[in-house]
């Protein structure tokens, strides 16, 4: 790729790179399909945790067992994006490098703690999600650098994710706001660690870190709930469109927020 | 982009082709190899129109490149058929007047028969979300529904009285 005259790109599931390419936006020299290297099409379990390889199609994280498991919430995001069709092609490593504000699977990624591992001509490096979106269609990736894997830790005991979205259509839309949560439960039902992510709201997907601190210490009681959605709204910068106002997004991330963080403290076993 | 030779197997034919390396599979099948069942809706992925099967996953053809399927098993609804004998989703197709203009029709056929493989006995719901990804503007869905519904049952009554027989 690097000694590629003009324009070189890598194909994962393509199912982003063929439409920019039919749309004209691109006009690549060179296409390189990953697909071939087995790596890439493997979730692999490691001591720390999950490596899903760059290949690997959306739909395949559905079929694993174990991952839906350790991560219900980025699995549901992960299968949330597009049709059955689409499913069947689309990675989340190719969703988090697409760059945009409203990828279904990013604030679930970056909720769980995940890191992208990222290969180049300068050797490798490992960053966390959040760090790889600058700005819609924008990364952080050098030129000649491509994303290899996405990592997942192994969850802390007694923990628990959620995604949810809001979209006009049940299927095959594009999110107007979403919310991922990820939450630890201590004793007796308190939330000792959180992870509030918002989508669709801001140029990039947003960590909300006094979301986090509104239930961190609670048990997600009517009042931290409360909180939890204030702190939401307030990290809200969204665009005004036809899909949605900036009024209508900002309120429905609060809600959406609330609901992640019940349905993710239900799984982390609370009551 | 230079040509790519590609060796494949399309319903069950071998097949070998060169097309330029950023070439969808649709427009191969379509102008390269004569398969013009797969239709181009909207070439983004949205419509459904283009559904084959590759290794047996549902894709959009008009979102792979051809040069991605040496070495495969791709199958498009012109496989569906045994010779002369429709498939059932063909024939309830036509039964239930499933179909008006037949633009969508071979993209909701291998969408229905890619469903039924995994899940024999779709509920409703089941069956309108695994065709969520093909559009229909002529017949409303229902006829659609009804169809793929009338499918899975003839072929679970088919199993009951002809033993574990497979189409």
């Keep these: 790729m690097a000694n590629a005259k003009g ?117 490798r490096r490992s960053v966390a999600v959040e760090k790889v979106v600058t700005g819609p269609g924008r990364t952080s ?79 997600l009681d009517d009042d931290a709930l409360a909180n939890l959605a204030a702190a939401c709204e307030a990290a809200c910068a969204p665009i005004d469109d036809k899909r949605g106002t900036v009024e209508f997004r900002t309120e429905v991330a609060g809600v959406l927020a609330r609901r992640a963080a019940k349905l993710a403290y239900e799984r982390a076993g609370g009551k | 982009m230079a040509g790519v030779h590609v060796s494949t197997t399309v319903n069950g034919d071998d097949v070998e082709f060169v097309c330029p390396g950023s070439e969808s599979l649709l427009d191969v099948l379509r102008n390269r190899l004569g398969l013009t069942g797969a239709k181009e809706g909207c070439g983004t992925g949205d419509c459904g129109a283009c559904s084959v099967t590759v290794d047996g996953q549902l894709v959009c053809a008009c979102l ?33 007047a499933a179909l008006q203009c037949g633009i969508c029709t071979p993209g909701f056929l291998m969408a229905a028969k890619a469903l039924l493989d995994r899940n024999p006995d779709p509920t409703e719901t089941e069956i309108r979300y695994a065709l969520a990804g093909n559009l229909c503007r002529c017949t409303g869905y229902d006829k659609i529904v009804r169809a793929v519904s009338a499918t899975a049952k003839e072929l679970s009554q088919e199993a009951t009285t002809k033993g574990s027989k497979k189409r």
């Design chain 1, 7 to 123: 324009s070189a790109f890598l194909l994962a599931g393509g199912t982003d790179l063929l439409v920019r390419m039919k749309s004209g936006a691109i006009d690549p020299e060179l296409i390189v399909d990953i697909k071939r290297i087995p790596a890439t099409q493997a979730i692999t379990k490691t001591a720390s945790g999950f490596k899903i390889g760059a290949g690997v199609p959306c739909a395949q994280l559905g079929r694993d067992a174990a991952l839906v498991k350790a991560w219900p919430g980025v699995v549901e995001a992960a299968n949330l994006i597009g049709s059955d069709q689409v499913q069947g092609r689309c990675t989340v490593a190719g969703n988090l490098c697409n760059a945009s504000p409203a990828a279904d699977s990013v604030p679930a990624m970056v909720a769980a703690r995940a890191k992208a591992a990222i290969v180049g001509a300068g050797g």
């Design chain 2, 64 to 96: 792979m490149l051809g040069a991605e399927v040496e070495g495969r098993q791709v199958q498009t609804v012109e496989g569906m058929a045994q010779g002369d004998q429709l498939h059932p989703l063909q024939r309830q197709f036509i039964e239930n």
């Design chain 1, 141 to 219: 990736l050098e030129k000649g650098e491509f994303i290899e894997a996405i990592v997942l830790p192994t969850p802390a005991p007694k923990s628990g994710d959620a995604y949810l979205r809001f979209t006009p259509r049940t299927e095959m839309d594009i999110a107007v706001c979403s919310a991922a949560v990820n939450l630890t439960l201590g004793p007796k039902g308190v939330v000792t660690a959180a992870r509030v992510v918002l989508g669709a709201v801001a140029p990039t997907v947003v960590l909300v870190p006094a979301a986090a601190k509104a239930i961190i210490g609670s048990t």
